[in-house]
């Protein structure tokens, strides 16, 4: 069974963690991910404080097992939920969108393990100095928010460059992606893409469907002129939006307009319109329905195979 530093830190059977997916990481998915193994992460991006204690003991129905909340810095509510976690002794905290000194302090204090999303060297050996348990390595392969180095340097950079677990992500949804992140030096992966098809995602069906018919090349980034890049599908909305981006006539103002709500209309109301679909590079290896307990063990499955081949490799 592949089995790591983490498993025994954070309680869980495998080193997998879900990805905090804004309107999709909820109670249902993250607890589900939690019962197969994993690290099930509820999002806290559109959440305030009360509702997401909300959704933590709504999670605590569902599951006794170990699971964790991102905190998505940029959120209006980042202050509030910061105190939540504390009051409702979360044990892991991942953070996303910008730097968690703020609140680490805090944090380390109450014992919650912080894993900050990190897109760069120096952010990831700035929170090991603050305290940080580990961090997620995410390249830009993956949907949603990313940076821009690509998973392949930027685990291996960051696992050269800091004494804490690695947690790989960006391009993983198999037993060959996982292998690939633990040569890297990473002791564990995190998905989100290979999850949004899982049983227990309550996204809209028409963001499932988009996800298991897409290709290699169904992807864009939009977002660089405002400063945060998001990889999302190719849909009427990300290329109306890549070309009024492209459009010196339209201001910065615009742009934030045209896109507030998107993910929203996405995720809950399958909108094929007006909906950002964020997704990773990686969906032309998704393609078909599983529960997210089969996800995991899949994925492990496959990886502890590639493993144990190995040594068909070398004379």
């Not at 509820?42 to 605590?60: P, S």
């Not at 809209?204 to 945060?228: F, P, W």
């Not at 990300?238 to 459009?247: F, H, L, N, P």
Request: glycine share 12%.
């Amino acid at each position: 069974m592949i089995k790591s530093k983490i498993c025994d830190d954070l309680g869980i059977k495998y080193p997998v963690f879900q990805g905090g997916m804004a309107w999709i990481a909820d109670a249902s998915l993250a607890s589900a991910v939690s019962e197969g193994g994993g690290l099930g992460i509820l999002a806290g991006m559109n959440m305030n404080g009360e509702q997401l204690t909300e959704e933590i003991r709504r999670t605590r129905r569902l599951t006794k097992n170990p699971f964790g909340v991102n905190v998505m810095l940029m959120s209006p509510y980042a202050e509030e939920v910061s105190d939540v976690v504390i009051r409702e002794h979360i044990p892991v905290v991942t953070t996303g969108a910008g730097n968690p000194a703020l609140y680490m302090k805090k944090w380390t204090e109450a014992g919650i393990k912080v894993i900050p999303v990190v897109a760069s060297v120096a952010l990831a050996k700035m929170v090991e100095r603050r305290g940080a348990y580990a961090v997620v390595a995410e390249g830009g392969e993956s949907g949603g928010h990313i940076g821009e180095l690509s998973t392949m340097a930027l685990v291996r950079e960051v696992c050269s460059a800091v004494n804490i677990p690695v947690i790989a992500a960006g391009g993983i949804a198999d037993g060959n992606g996982m292998a690939a992140a633990f040569m890297l030096g990473a002791c564990g992966v995190q998905m989100g893409t290979r999850f949004l098809v899982a049983d227990e995602c309550t996204a809209h069906e028409n963001y499932k469907q988009l996800v298991l018919k897409a290709g290699d090349r169904d992807t864009l980034v939009t977002g660089r002129r405002l400063g945060h890049p998001v990889r999302a599908l190719k849909t009427n909305f990300s290329r109306m939006y890549k070309e009024k981006e492209a459009d010196g006539a339209v201001s910065s103002e615009e742009l934030e307009g045209l896109g507030k709500g998107a993910l929203r209309l996405a995720a809950k109301e399958g909108d094929l319109q007006n909906g950002s679909f964020l997704c990773g590079e990686i969906a032309g290896l998704v393609t078909k329905r599983q529960s997210a307990a089969e996800i995991i063990r899949s994925v492990c499955e496959e990886a502890e195979a590639l493993f144990r081949s190995a040594p068909s490799f070398v004379d």
